[in-house]
């Protein structure tokens, strides 16, 4: 017979060790699928595991796919522990893209000369605003109506797919582009600059380093992230001490859509080039899983989102080298996040195996 | 004849903890038999442990002379045994007919459990609304749910823990009378409390816990208070002194405050009228549910619904202002709740204290983790408070150790007025005594405090004036010296000249 036992105190070991097992059940778990499919296992994980991380041009993929899912975890971790259940950063993203990229269009179209070191903090505040406005939504209808933000967060990612859909099916659609739903390809001025000249990934990545610094930072050595905790923690104390809830919400809601609007921005003026309607490959869903497992901690959302990175470059190589579908990438994602789940119940609770009636009855 | 329950050598190890070392226990058919002993000492566990709810890691139960394994609380309930835990178990989300339901016969329905409810709640005069959902309710309405949940499985065996805290003196003496019933007719009792008073008056025999252990058993009504504290803490608490008040100004004045509720559970607050001097220490008694959270809310800013002039502070019109406002001005407040509320359960000590205090937080918000342990160290230091130290987590400090923390918290910004809710509820008797010793001096030094309890002994101890709510209205104030615990309890159902229920309607109205 297996027990739980509630632990006097939750294990500080486990709150780390969660992740590490969780990560060994999902290989297994990937194992016995490589197995059913009648795929060599060891091959399998090797794409999955090994691969992405091999090489230098591998290791820049890693970094561009991570650099999104770093923003977006970052904004989602704010949320969470203020006890804002804000699932939406996916339309938060598009909008970023929408104004970051609209914004590159706009210097394209007018054939406007502009550095891209002088561009690049330009696209960071365009991203900023789009994703700010769309989480703005999100805040202004819980705070006036008290509607559930995980709904209305998750809805307006219909909405801002849609309106990018609109915009590049119409207004903004490329004269020259054969009648594609996509716009012109954005002036290399707008570009963002690269860190090594022929690899992708880009200066975007140092930008989303720094802020997970700076929201540890915030998190853990400021009155203000203090605060946000607490109205996450013990809603109760928050009032009791004073702290505003409405504050909360909104600081919650205004920089977690703007880091996902950046993102945005990024994705839109970094590896795409141009708006399509398909500028989002579900980061700001992923960066959920990402925020999870990393613990909703900043510099853990780094590690997690270079492992869901390995996750989505494995993937794609998987449908490329074994004929295996891409899918599978959501299938691990979802075991991930699952066993991660279950292994937060060591956290607070310990395993006790064999019957422990029996010393009862003995004695 | 045999004995209802026999217990042998019964240990129970937690982590880090012995909560139980080879206790023994025996309680005869018919009998009302006492344990006592400090928070910790190990009743809680040892209770559980005969309802099922806690398995022992080695000893022996005995029912009637059976040899039982009592594996789960419905074993239990099909041996006979009954239980009204002191920390509720009930579900927040249902309504009161709805948890006591679980606890019963499945194929009765549900009108008929909420017509049994109401007739046992009435033989006890204890007042409950079935429809009522539990997350309204408040601490001492939950106590009567489990109470009547007990009664209604007509137990052999029933376990009270702590069970008068919320009761008025009219009401304990009905239930006392209704638990002599009930033994009479051959249920066996087993009463927790530490109240030695009641014991005295109730209990035939009583067992002795310290630190796990049994340090005695015998009949209560042979001993005195100070011989029981002596075998229950191995000291006598030291006696409060209570020096005359010297009252100063008006520190916190209400006027015309009245407040619909806000939940439909909730209680109007109707007309609330109070003044509070510094160096006075001013006593709300009352049945809890009549207002008491709405009063607290009103006075401490988290509802700040009232008109500005409604609260008056030192002067200031603050009806409106939000609670770090009136904390800023000097108003500081310690709730009922502990966990949750007055501390955040998983954070710190240290991190705790930013709650209410700002000494350590530096310009731009940046916290000085230093000046905030050092803060903690101190306040731990200086209210005894037996943690680990700043970094242990709110929630592994027992109830009174963390209720020494907050008050200390409070205290520590020297207060101009205090409000304090439950000061010493669930607080083992060494540091109820030393809470108390703190609210007196906190009051002799010139601030205002203002106490609200459910236990008029500790108002009686306490206070200088005291004051009744009952049914969302505030009773006029009267000094202690010429106040009884008879007409303080009658006024406790709102029978003071003017009050809201003058005349006597229905004899269940003096236990409401």
């Known amino acids: ?363 | 004849m045999t004995d209802r329950l026999t217990l042998t050598g019964i240990v129970k190890h937690y982590p880090g903890v012995i909560a139980n070392d080879g206790v023994a226990l025996e309680v005869a058919p018919g009998e009302i038999h006492a344990v006592l002993g400090e928070n910790g000492a190990g009743k809680s566990t040892l209770m559980k442990i005969v309802y099922g709810s806690v398995r022992p890691d080695a000893g022996e139960i005995r029912v009637d002379g059976q040899l039982v394994s009592i594996r789960s609380p419905q074993e239990a309930r099909q041996l006979g045994i009954a239980m009204v835990f002191q920390h509720f178990s009930l579900f927040e989300t249902v309504t009161v007919a709805e948890n006591v339901w679980l606890g019963l016969d499945p194929t009765m329905s549900l009108a008929e459990v909420s017509a049994r409810i109401v007739a046992k709640a009435g033989e006890y005069g204890l007042d409950l609304d079935p429809a009522r959902p539990v997350h309204t309710l408040s601490v001492g309405e939950r106590q009567r749910v489990e109470i009547v949940r007990a009664l209604l499985t007509e137990p052999k065996l029933l376990i009270l823990d702590e069970p008068t805290s919320v009761l008025t003196p009219q009401a304990i003496e009905r239930l006392f009378e209704s638990l002599r019933r009930l033994a009479s007719t051959g249920c066996s009792i087993l009463y927790i409390s530490h109240k030695l008073d009641e014991i005295r008056t109730l209990c035939s025999r009583c067992t002795v816990l310290r630190a796990g252990r049994v340090t005695g058993v015998v009949d209560p009504r042979d001993q005195t208070n100070a011989s029981l504290s002596r075998l229950m803490i191995g000291a006598e608490p030291p006696p409060l002194v209570h020096r005359p008040a010297r009252t100063g100004e008006i520190a916190l004045a209400v006027r015309g405050l009245s407040l619909p509720k806000r939940s439909p559970f909730g209680v109007d607050l109707i007309d609330i009228a109070l003044e509070l001097r510094a160096g006075e220490v001013l006593g709300v008694a009352g049945v809890s549910g009549n207002g008491q959270q709405e009063l607290l809310a009103a006075l401490s800013g988290e509802d700040s619904r009232s008109a500005p002039d409604a609260v008056v502070l030192l002067g200031k019109a603050v009806g409106s202002a939000s609670p770090g406002r009136r904390r800023n001005l000097g108003l500081h407040f310690v709730p009922e709740e502990r966990l949750g509320r007055g501390a955040v359960p998983v954070l710190s000590l240290a991190q705790n204290l930013l709650l209410t205090r700002r000494e350590a937080v530096r310009a731009g918000g940046w916290i000085a983790r230093g000046a905030l342990m050092a803060q903690a160290n101190a306040i731990i230091g200086r209210f005894g408070v037996k943690a680990g130290g700043p970094n242990s987590a709110a929630r592994s400090l027992s109830g009174g150790n963390l209720q020494k923390f907050i008050m200390g918290r409070e205290i520590d910004a020297q207060p101009k007025v205090l409000i304090v809710a439950q000061p010493t509820w669930g607080v083992d008797v060494g540091a109820a005594a030393q809470i108390r010793a703190a609210l007196l001096a906190l009051r002799d030094a010139g601030c205002a405090v203002l106490v609200v309890s459910e236990e008029l002994d500790e108002l009686f101890e306490l206070s200088d004036r005291l004051v009744v709510i009952a049914r969302g209205r505030l009773s006029p104030p009267i000094a202690r010296a010429s106040a009884s615990v008879e007409q303080v309890g009658i006024w406790m159902s709102g029978l003071w000249p003017g009050g809201p229920t003058e005349p006597v309607q229905d004899i269940r109205d003096l236990a409401a």
Not at chain 1, 1 to 11: D, F, K, T, V, Y
Not at chain 1, 57 to 64: H, N, P
Not at chain 1, 283 to 300: D, E, K, Q, S
């Open chain 1, 1 to 363: 017979m297996i027990a739980l036992e509630a632990r006097p105190e939750p294990s500080q070991l486990y709150a780390w060790l969660s992740p590490v097992i969780a990560l060994a059940m999902t290989v297994a778990v990937a194992t016995l699928l490589f197995i059913a499919l009648g795929r060599d296992p060891v091959a399998g994980l090797r794409i999955f595991l090994w691969e992405p991380l091999n090489g230098t041009r591998a290791i820049s993929e890693v970094a561009l796919k991570s650099t999104p899912l770093v923003l977006c975890a970052l904004g989602l971790a704010l949320c969470f522990r203020s006890n804002v259940w804000n699932i939406g950063a996916e339309g938060q993203f598009v909008l970023g893209a929408i104004t970051g990229g609209g914004l590159a269009l706009w210097f394209t179209a007018n054939q406007i000369p502009i550095g891209r070191w002088a561009f690049f903090p330009l696209v960071i505040v365009a991203g900023a605003l789009g994703g700010m406005v769309w989480a703005g939504i999100v805040a202004l209808l819980r705070d006036r109506f008290n509607a559930s933000e995980i709904l209305v967060s998750l809805m307006l990612v219909y909405v801002a797919n849609l309106f990018l859909s609109w915009l590049v099916f119409g207004a903004w659609k490329d004269p020259k582009g054969f009648n594609f739903p996509q716009t012109m390809s954005f002036a290399s001025d707008t570009n963002l600059p690269r860190i090594v000249t022929g690899l992708r990934m880009h200066w975007g990545l140092a930008v989303a380093l720094v802020i997970a610094f700076a929201m540890w930072l915030f998190m853990s050595r400021t009155f203000g992230g203090y605060q946000q905790q607490v109205g996450g923690l013990a809603p109760a104390a928050a009032r009791y001490a004073g702290f505003s809830s409405r504050r909360a919400l909104w600081t919650a809601l205004l920089v977690s859509g703007g880091l996902a609007g950046i993102a945005g921005a990024f994705e839109a003026v970094g590896p795409m080039g141009q708006l399509t309607p398909h500028v989002s490959t579900g980061y700001g869903f992923t960066a959920i899983i990402v925020a999870f497992v990393g613990r909703l901690h900043p510099l853990g959302c780094v590690l997690g989102a270079i492992l869901l990175s390995m996750f989505l470059i494995g993937g794609e190589l998987a449908q490329s080298r074994l004929g295996l579908p891409s899918a599978l990438t959501g299938v691990f994602q979802g075991v991930l996040l699952f066993s991660l789940l279950t292994c937060d119940t060591l956290i607070g609770y310990r395993l006790r195996f064999g019957n422990r009636s029996r010393a009862v009855a003995a004695s």
